[in-house]
């Protein structure tokens, strides 16, 4: 089967930018569980972008994404997406995504910037692509279907082999291929990520020699609910920004001692504050002095998950816990999305543009899925436009709507590229007994504060488990390419937190 694009993943990436080049072509979307299984179901702060320019500027939102990222950002990425969310925003306005009128704040932010929908920011972004999407006749959607391997030919990728729920195989080929297949968050015991993130967009650029960046910047998130619970349930920094406080087992603020901006310090400094705090006994998200009526209004999804476990904001101090919760590196990209096979691009958590450096500011990721659809929408628009006028087409900068002709659609390719399939890559017991152990490995070994001879241990262990099918395969893949990251890594830089003892 072929289609003008081919995109991986059902995320904000994958399906706004499918959204979008379906008015350029036919657009195959993949995705391994079911539509809605993806990380951006789960967000609930929100979208980080400077709208009120009197009071905000986007040199400060450049500036608190640096500090977060330790300067180990790439500042023309950061510029550029900082510069875009305005237009971006408007763009999601546009597709019937509204957020609520006032913005917020989070932890590393100067000012009030996180756009949202309540809290439940992502379901509702999510849902409301969805919506459209199933609605789209030019897109073509693959649920339940797994992609394991990229097909490429004389230097270009020209699609990927996917099997599907009936354990089939098949080659979905296409000039474009883009791989929006979020993190790697899974890969550890203590996540906030669903099942479907084990970093298998880096598997795939492994097996390809394509390049990746900063995989060992894992960021842990401060705040998670301290109760047995898959995923774990994220408290989001909405919550500070709100002004609840984290206390200790003696009911103390500590986060002064930690960090001038206090409960609202970046969150791999939070992170490490609670692990020390952690020493004496539990540590609390505490926000009873908010009244009932807001709680209740601000943080509904909240409200209702604590409600499960007899818990009440208003009433309780919360138990939290740090675990596991984005990926900040992985497949290289320039700022339209390329990645160095040619014809192949990333997007969104599973690629690294380099905006977040050594680790992530808050709410700026799903700010990047939206940025970067846009980016290669607009670059895969120009070339076309170029192939056929031959003359310069309008940028992403400079959209006036005067190149808003019509195209005409890419011929589908009719080659067969991949016909021997010698082995079903099948989810056995097998995968779920190797995961276990891989979540084990990469969580003691590879958590919040690493050490040399246990990284080193760790690795060890990585090597010597022994993968039956190719899932396993890829899942070993991908946690080895972040452990040799952090191996590699000698000095503490942003989450990477390293004790060299
Ligand atoms: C609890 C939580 C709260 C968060 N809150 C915020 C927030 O407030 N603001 C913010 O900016 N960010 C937040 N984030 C991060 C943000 O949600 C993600 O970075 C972002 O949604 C990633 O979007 P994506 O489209 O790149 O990937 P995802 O949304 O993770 O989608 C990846 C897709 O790829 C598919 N896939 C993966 N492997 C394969 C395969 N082998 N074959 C086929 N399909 C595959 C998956 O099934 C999935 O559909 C949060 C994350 C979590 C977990």
Partial sequence: MSSDFLIVGSGISGLFLAEKLS??????????????EANTNFAQGGIAAVRDFENDTLESHVQDT????????????????????????????????????????????????????????????????????QKNANINIWDRAYVFELIVEDGECKGVLVQDHNDEIHPLESQNTILAMGGAGYLFEKTTNPKVTVGEGISLAILHGIELGDLEFIQFHPTVLDIEREPMFLLSEALRGEGAKLVNADGKEFMLKYHEQGDLAPRDIVTRAIREEQKKGQVYLDIRHRSVDFLRRRFPNIAYEL????????????????????????????????????????????????????????????????????????EIKN???????????????????????????????????????????????????????????????????????????????????????????????????????????????????????
């Avoid at 008015?23 to 809605?36: D, I, N, Q, S």
């Avoid at 001879?453 to 488990?465: A, D, N, P, S, T």
Wanted: overall charge neutral.
């Fill in 383 to 501: 070339e076309k436009l170029k192939m056929k006028n031959d003359e310069k087409a309008a940028s992403y900068e400079l959209r006036d709507g005067s190149d808003e002709k019509p195209l005409e659609k890419s011929k589908n390719m009719n080659k067969k590229i991949v016909q021997n399939v010698d082995y079903l890559p099948v989810k056995t017991k097998h995968y779920e007994g190797f995961l276990k152990e891989i979540r084990r490995i990469m969580w003691e070994y590879f958590g919040i504060i690493r050490n040399l001879k246990q990284m080193e241990k760790g690795l060890k262990e990585l090597h010597e488990l022994e993968a039956k099918d190719i899932s396993s395969h890829n899942i070993q893949l991908a946690a080895l390419a972040i452990a040799s990251a952090c191996i590699e890594r000698k000095e503490s830089l942003g989450c990477h937190w390293v004790n060299l003892k």
């Fill in 23 to 36: 008015e350029l072509g036919t657009v195959t979307l993949v995705t391994k569980g079911a539509m809605r």
């Fill in 66 to 133: 640096m500090e977060a990222g330790s300067f180990h950002n790439d500042k023309e990425a950061v510029e550029f997406l900082v510069k875009k969310a305005d237009f971006v925003l408007q763009q999601m306005n546009d597709m019937g995504i509204v957020f609520d009128e006032n913005p917020t704040r989070e932890g590393g932010h100067s000012f009030s910037r996180i756009w949202h929908k309540d809290d439940f920011s992502g379901e509702y972004i999510e849902e409301s692509l969805i919506l459209r999407i």
């Fill in 307 to 378: 409600r499960k476990y007899d818990l009440k904001l208003e009433r309780d101090l919360i138990p939290v816990t740090p675990a596991a919760h984005y990926t900040c590196g992985g497949i290289k990209t320039d700022l339209q999305g390329r990645t160095n096979l040619k014809n192949l691009f990333a997007l969104g958590e599973v690629a690294c543009t380099g905006i977040h450096g050594a680790n992530r500011l808050a709410s700026n990721s799903l700010l990047e899925g939206v940025v970067f659809a846009e980016s290669i929408y607009w």
